[in-house]
């Protein structure tokens, strides 16, 4: 006979998260570089207070529960109060990617059915673009202060946030619901067709809040200040705005300023300890420290997920006193899936080793499972050499995606397709090859086009790489590398094949490089390697 556990049950609410920290953490601090210009400090006591008034505001504007809020925002604390008052509400937090282009922001918040929309000064332009062609929203907020308001405005019954916030009194319970209410909806960039909804839940969200708080996750503690940069508009800024609030840890936010100098600036005045982001902006920090001879002092860890993270960084970073974990994780997963922390065992060993396990996206985090299946479906052994297609399955990982038929991202069996080309070891440590879409296949077996590019990027004249394969007659494929050159340096071609020698066996060379001035990037910065494969259909070995 089934005997029932005698513990309480306490639904895992977002709005929870804020009143610990309000309660608990009262006075650790909000950092945030405004839009406006600004440094903005205040506390969780000040998040809570505010974030209580807007849900108040929201409900003035009859926004109610399963709702759709749309907001275009840099990382700062208007779009931390967003995400709390909005989701707390039962409403549904949607961030909208604002890198995208105008037709899909739009496709984007009709399909979601967005009530309001919410922005920053900076996109203004862009909502004045798209406002009559936005079929749902009956209310648009710009994010600042009257001070800041426009004179005038094609958006008709433009509202400004502080006013509307002001107007409102902090006094609210939170409402308590089911745990698996929506929470908020992030739709992947789509390198093909539209893009697709995924919509977290209140549960999803704080499950992957506590794992990916764990030491061998991203490790966050009160004793931590915080640097999301990547976007709070990207995968919830990789939940780092749930975790850090659920530990109390100092967050300090970049707002529109991701470049060197600005990054620097806010990480050496705040005392930043640990930072998140894609592997560009680690990119242009360094290069900023490099040329004006500067030391990062607080920071002692980077985490870099998105895309692979190069060696070159990682010893760069390591220079300046700074262990980097990659992440590798997708919107479909809240994002965190593995981690490449090391393990009891790798303690004092050497720097290869080390930096072998740095190379690999990492292993799977509690409450995700990993696999890899060949073409058929059926499972490979997980030797550290077998190559399959990575499958996941856990409670923060996507079951469907919004407003859409089922697809066929799911097996039968219910593991979710991630659409990588991975290799698993004995230890769980997992490595990307490619993306299914983008592998190089040479004379039947594979070729990384990551390995490939991460090497040289370690090039010194090398600013960023792309390998595409390109057909060929005896070999089916061969590996080109499209590169780019850092301003004022050179290098040839046959210096570049050259570098690889040594470092990867010897048929996996690339057999070509061609130089270009820019390479074509998706929203959220990724290679787009369909339109490189495009541009060079042409090229003759
Ligand atoms: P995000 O970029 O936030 O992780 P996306 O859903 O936009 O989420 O993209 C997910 C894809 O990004 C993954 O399927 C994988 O191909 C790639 N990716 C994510 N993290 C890494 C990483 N650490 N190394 C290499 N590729 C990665």
Known sequence: MMLRGQMMEMPLLISDLLVHAETWHADSEIVSRT?????????????GKRSRQLANALKSLEIKMGDCVGTLAWNGYRH??????????????????????PEQISYIINHAEDQALFFDLSFLPVVEQIASELTSVRHFVLMTDRANMPKDSSIPNLRCYEDLVNSHSDQLDWPEFDEKTASSLCYT??????PKGVLYSHRSTVLHAFASSLPDSLDIS???????VVPMF???????PYSCVMNGAKLVLPGPKMDGVNLYELIE????????????IW????????RNHLKIHSLKRVVIGGSAAPESMVDQLAEHGAEVRQLWGMTELSPCGTTSTPKFKHNGCDIATLRHLQGKQGRPIYGVKIRIVDDENQPLPHDGKAFGNLQVKGSWVLSQYFRRELDDNHTADGWFNTGDVVNIDTDGYMKITDRTKDVIKSGGEWISSIDLENILVGHPAVAEAAAIGIIHPKWDERPLMVVVLKEGMSATRDELIGFYEGKIAKWWTPDD??????LPHTATGKLQKMKLREQFSSYKW
């Open 35 to 47: 839009v406006e210009g600004p440094i903005h400090r205040y506390t969780y006591r000040d998040l």
């Open 80 to 101: 931390l109060e967003l995400y709390y008052a909005v989701s707390g509400s039962g409403a549904i937090c949607h961030t909208v990617n604002p890198r995208l282009f």
């Open 189 to 194: 960039s789509g390198t093909t067709g539209h």
């Open 222 to 228: 009160a004793q931590s200040a915080v640097m999301p």
């Open 234 to 240: 990207h995968v919830s800024g990789w939940g780092l």
């Open 269 to 280: 005045e705040e005392g930043v300890t640990m930072a998140a982001g894609v592997p560009t």
């Open 283 to 290: 990119m242009m920090l360094l290069q900023h420290c490099q």
């Open 513 to 518: 490089v061609a130089f270009v001035d820019e």
